[in-house]
């Protein structure tokens, strides 16, 4: 099992940058596939970003793309999302998650249920 704690939320204004990080502690870090949801007001949870176990392939949404960037450092446990050119939209609960199952397609990467572990998530206020 592993445990999962977010860091870095806060309150900016739109077009400014955050970054967001997540330690993992437990089982083997490398051997788990990662990924960001964020939960907005009234909204449910949706898919940000992911970030493969092996060869650190990378998954975005489409609403992300080009701004948010997903990495992963195996040596201290710890997935990061930098957050560039944000919107009052961006505003939300950003949650990280894990799974270490095995997945042969990619489309496991971007649904919810493929995950198992999940932090309490950090708040992300954009300000207009």
Do not use: H
């Not at 445990?3 to 739109?14: D, H, I, P």
């Not at 788990?32 to 449910?44: A, D």
């Not at 949870?45 to 493969?52: G, K, L, M």
């Not at 990061?80 to 009052?88: E, I, V």
């Amino acid at each position: 099992q592993v445990q999962l704690v977010e860091s870095g939320g806060g309150l900016v204004q739109a077009g400014g940058s955050l970054r967001l990080s997540c330690a993992a502690s437990g089982r083997t870090f490398s051997s788990y596939e990662m990924g960001w949801f964020r939960q907005g007001p009234g909204k449910e949870r949706e898919f940000v970003a992911a970030i493969s176990r092996i060869a650190g392939r990378t998954y975005y949404a489409d609403s992300v793309k080009g701004r948010f960037t997903i990495s992963r450092d195996n040596a201290v446990n710890t997935v990061y999302l930098q957050m560039n050119s944000l919107t009052p939209e961006d505003t939300a609960v950003y949650y990280c998650a894990a799974t270490d199952k095995t997945y042969y397609s990619s489309s496991y990467y971007f649904s919810e249920p493929t995950y198992d572990y999940w932090g309490q998530g950090t708040q992300v206020t954009v300000s207009s």
